[in-house]
């Protein structure tokens, strides 16, 4: 009897470990279908990848073939302008053209691009001149490429004067700064800029000179004195125009034209106005209109600050006017006159156009862009 239930336990305990295994044969065949589908859907997905790779590839290659036509084409442009009659200057053209510089001032009363003129006539303990470079593109071409990057020479082009102090001096591969600092009042720095960097700037001298002064000229300096007439060239249709002025008292004084559609910005600036009425207390500004001669309407607009310095700057109407030069030397039928530059742009910074006034005369020469009025006649009262 005893041997009877050894052996029946012994059966039921090999019952119990078969169930077991055959269940876990059952689940590892299940794990291993599972592993097989998850397989074949990577294969699936990996051979999808590699169309997909392969359509891509393609596309690239057709983009980089376009680019590298277009790329010849270009080359081959550049090359035929190059290749032109020298005489014409298109290669000087051409490397101006290949670079983008920005030269800005910087001072405690904040900053300024540089003045054509390069004088740079202001009160503070320190001026820094920034210049910032964006050199051409590579191209495949060698020749091309060594003529579109003739200047990258430019940071050799700057001496500088050392004065009292110690000049900061700093340059990499698009930027020349120079700061001078503990600058004094009647101080005065020469800085020269030579050959490509020169011409880069469009600079009328090889001189940038600083003068640090804290006396400014007063926008008084600049209307026009005793003046009875003024005659233009330009304006519409290039046929001239007059101002004729009547003196109010010793600040104010009455600007008519000769000719209600003679001047077109004297119009277009003062509301189409053919009388405009200019005072003078702490700016030179206009406060009255006429659009029929007689009667006037209240108006106003600032035609000079209240300092003439550079970088001064106020609005206009729906333009930023900013004085951009002082002492800016003008050729005129009356000689080399030192004229004030202002800068006239839109709400989007974009110049529309200069205007420049010189002392005892006002205006004397409107810098259209597209076009210019000069002053070539003034006659004055008795």
């Known amino acids: 009897m005893k041997k009877n239930v050894t052996t ?15 269940n876990r044969y059952y689940s590892l065949e299940a794990s291993n279908n599972k592993v097989e589908e998850m397989l074949a859907s990577s294969q699936r997905e990996v051979v999808e990848l590699k169309s997909l790779i392969t359509v891509n590839d393609s596309a690239v290659d057709m983009t980089l073939e376009k680019l590298n036509k277009q790329i010849d084409d270009y080359e081959s442009l550049i090359r035929k302008w190059t290749d032109y009659d020298i005489s014409h200057n298109y290669r000087a053209e051409l490397n101006r053209k290949s ?41 495949v071409d060698k020749e091309i490429n060594e003529i579109i990057h003739q200047y990258d020479r430019i940071f050799d082009d700057l001496r500088y004067d ?64 005793n003046i009875k007439t003024k005659v233009f ?40 106005a053919v009388k405009a009425k200019y005072e003078y207390d702490d700016t030179v500004h206009v406060t009255e209109i006429s659009h029929d001669g007689e009667a006037y309407t209240s108006y106003e607009r600032t035609v000079l600050p209240e300092v003439i310095k550079l970088g001064e700057s106020w609005n206009d109407h729906s333009r930023t006017a900013t004085i951009t030069a002082v002492d800016y030397p003008l050729d005129t039928p009356f000689g080399t006159l030192e004229t004030v530059e202002v800068t006239y742009k839109n709400d989007d910074g974009y110049e529309i156009y200069l205007c420049y006034y010189a002392k005892d005369l006002g205006i004397v020469y409107k810098d259209m862009l597209s076009g210019d009025d000069a002053l070539v006649e003034v006659e004055y009262y008795k």
């Open 162 to 225: 050392s004065y009292d102090s110690e000049a900061e001096y700093f340059v990499d591969d698009d930027t020349i700064r120079l700061k001078y600092t503990n600058l004094e009042n009647g101080d005065k720095i020469d800085i020269f800029v030579y050959n490509e960097l020169l011409r880069l700037l469009g600079l009328m001298d090889t001189n940038i000179q600083v003068s640090i002064t804290n006396e400014f000229p007063s926008p008084r300096e600049y209307f026009p004195r």
């Open 99 to 139: 670079y983008d510089v920005e030269a800005t001032i910087h001072t405690a009363d904040g900053s300024f691009s540089l003045p054509k003129n390069g004088k740079i006539v202001v009160d503070s303990d320190f001026v820094e001149l920034e210049i910032n470079i964006v050199r051409p593109p590579n191209v």
């Open 233 to 272: 060239t330009g304006g519409i249709l290039n046929r001239g125009y007059k101002h004729n002025f009547f003196y109010t008292s010793d600040n104010s004084w009455i600007l008519a034209l000769d000719d209600e559609v003679s001047d077109l910005i004297f119009i277009t600036e003062n509301d189409q």
């Open 8 to 22: 029946n336990l012994l059966i039921i305990i090999l019952i119990g470990v078969m169930v077991v295994v055959v």
